[in-house]
C-alpha cells in the first residue's frame, strides 16, 4: 500500500479508537445543561469540573473507590509474593516433578473462573465470608495467581543464571545472590506482571456483583453498574466517574509500556 | 555432621571412578551439604501456590460437578440438605428449547466477534508496517488508551454513545440525512444489542491482537522479503509465501485465547440489557448467572456451568497441544 493511503487509513483507526475516549472525557466536561439537548456538539464550547465534583461526592463512590483499592492491591500483593516464590522454584530449581507443576500452572491458568461461579458462592457462603470483601481477596488472589506465576517463571528465566553464579562465585550464599542480583534486574518483569493482574482485578464484575450485597462493600465496577439508578440520566456525572474509575488503570498501564520498552536485562551480562 | 552424609550418600555411588578431580569432588560436598532442605525447598517454594491453586480452583472444580448433581433451591441450602436428584437438572436444561437458544446465540455470538476481531487486528497490524512512524505512534497510544479502560467505564461510555435521545450516534446519522435514526433505539431487539455489546468487546479486543500480531510481523527476516521482491512477487503472494507461514502459529494462539475470553463475556453483557429485551441477549454466563444466583437453583445453574466448562475445556485442550508443542524444550 502507498504510504500516504496507509496514513490516511491509519489516522481513521485511530479516531476510531480514541473516540469513545474523548467522548467520555468531553461529556465529564459539559455541563449539566448542555448534555442533554438535541445540539449537535462535538467539541464542548463551555467546560465545568462541577461533574467531577457530583461523581466524587455520589454516596456510594468513595467507598467503593476504597474498597476497589484495597481488594485489588492486596489480591495483587499476594499472588505476586506467592508466585515469585513458585516462579523461582519452577525456573531455577531442578527437582521430581517439576514438569507437572508447571503444566499445573499453565491448565490453572486457563481455569474458566466465570463458569465457577455457583460453587465459590456456596463455598464462600460456608466459609462465612459472603458479603466480606475477603472472599473478593481469595477469589482475585486465585484468578491472577497462576498468571503471575506463569509470567514472573518467564522473567526469571531471562536472567542468566551465569550472574547468580558470579554472585556465589564472589562469596554470596544463594539467598545473597538470588536477593542482590536477580531480585533487582527483576523489577521491570514484577512491575509488569503486577499491572496486568492489577487489571484483571480492577475489571472484575461477575463475582463482585454476586459475592457483595450490601451497597457500602461493593466495588467500584458494581457501583458503575448501577449508574442509573445512582446518577439517573446525569451523563455527565456518570462519565466524570467513568473517568476517575479509568485514570488508575491507564497510569498503571503507561508504566508498563515504558518499562517493557526499557528491556528486561538489556546490558547485564556485558557489564 | 557433614562428614558422615558424605560417607552416607558416597556409598551407593560405587561406579564413580575413586580418582575424582578435585573441583567435582568440591562441588559434590557442597550439593550434600544443603541435604534436606535443598531437596525440600523447591516443594517449599511452590507449597504456597500449589495449596492455594488447588483450595481456591481445584476444589470448585469437582464442586461445580457435585453440585450439578444435586437439587439445591435456596430451601435445600438454608436447610443443609443434600438431595441428590442424578442427572435431573440437564435433563431440565436440555430439554428446555431456551437453553439451545441460548447455546446456539452464545457460540454465534463468540464465532463473530472472535472472526472479527482476529481479522480487524491482523489487517491492522499489516497496517501499522506501512505507517509513517509518528502516525504509527498516534495509532499505538489510542489503542492503548482503548485497552486500559476498565469494561465497565467503556461499557458506559457505549451505553451514552448509542443512547435513544441524547446519543452521539443517533444525532451524527440524523445529520448525515438518515432521518429514520431519529429516537432509534439500538437496544429494542436481542440482535441489536448483542450487535453493540460485539462492536464494544472487537474495539476493546482489537489492540492485544494488533500489538501481538505486530510484534510476530516485525519477527519475521527482513530478507525473506527482499528475496520475494528479488522474485518480482505480488504483494498478495507475498503475504502468502512469506508472511502467513511465519504468523501461523501465532494468529492460532491468539484466535484460541479470544475465543476462550469471548465465550465467557458476562459484564458487558449484563449492563446493557441485563441479557433482554425478553431474554433475546441472554448467553451461557448470563443464563448460568439468571439460573443459579438470581432465582437461587443453584444444582440447574450448576449444570449450566459444566456445559460451558465442557465446551471451553476442548477449547482449552486443542490450546495447550498447541502450546506445549511449540513450548516443548522450555518446559
Known sequence: MRRPVANVFGLVLAAFFAFPTYWMITSALKPKGTLLTSGYDLVPFKVTAVNFVTAWTKQGFLSSLANSLTVTLTAVLASIVVGLLAAVAMSRLRFRGRKGFV??????????????????????????????????????????????????????????????????????????????????????????????????????FLFAKVLIRSQDRETLPVFLSGFQTAFGTDWGGAMAAS??????????????????????TAGAVKG | MTAVKTTESAAPAGSVPPALPPAVTGGARERRRGGAFDRALPYLLLAPAVIAILWLIGFPVVSVFVTSFRQLNLGELFRGEIVWTGFDNYAEILQDERFWDVTVRTIVFTVAVVATSVIAGLLIALLMRSLSPWVRIVLQVTMLCAWAMPILASATVYIWMFDQTYGILNKTLVKLGFDSFAGHSWFSSGASTLTVVGLLIVWQAIPFLAFSLYAGLLGIPRDLYEAAGIDGASGVQTFRAVTWPEIKSLLMMVTFLSTLWDFKVFAQIWVFKEGGPSGESTTLAVLQYLEGIAKGHFGVGAAVSVVMMIILALLTFQYLRRLLRTEEGQL
Not at chain 1, 490453572?108 to 465459590?120: K, R, Y
Not at chain 1, 473517568?243 to 528486561?264: D, N
Request: glycine content about 6%; hydrophobic content about 60%.
Open chain 1, 103 to 204: 503444566l499445573l500452572m499453565l491448565v490453572a491458568q486457563m481455569a474458566p473462573f466465570e463458569a465457577l461461579l455457583i460453587p465459590m458462592f456456596l463455598m464462600m457462603r460456608d466459609l462465612q465470608l459472603y458479603e466480606h470483601l475477603t472472599s473478593l481477596i481469595l477469589v482475585y488472589f486465585a484468578v491472577t495467581l497462576p498468571f503471575c506465576a506463569w509470567t514472573l517463571r518467564g522473567f526469571v528465566n531471562g536472567i542468566p543464571i551465569e550472574l547468580e553464579e558470579a554472585a556465589m562465585v564472589d562469596g554470596c550464599g544463594r539467598w545473597g545472590a538470588f536477593q542482590k542480583v536477580t531480585l533487582p534486574l527483576l523489577g521491570p518483569g514484577l512491575v509488569a506482571t503486577s499491572v496486568f493482574a492489577f487489571i484483571t482485578a480492577w475489571n472484575e
Open chain 1, 243 to 264: 473517568v476517575l474509575f479509568t485514570v488508575p488503570a491507564l497510569v498503571f498501564f503507561l508504566i508498563v509500556q515504558r518499562k517493557m520498552v526499557a528491556g528486561v
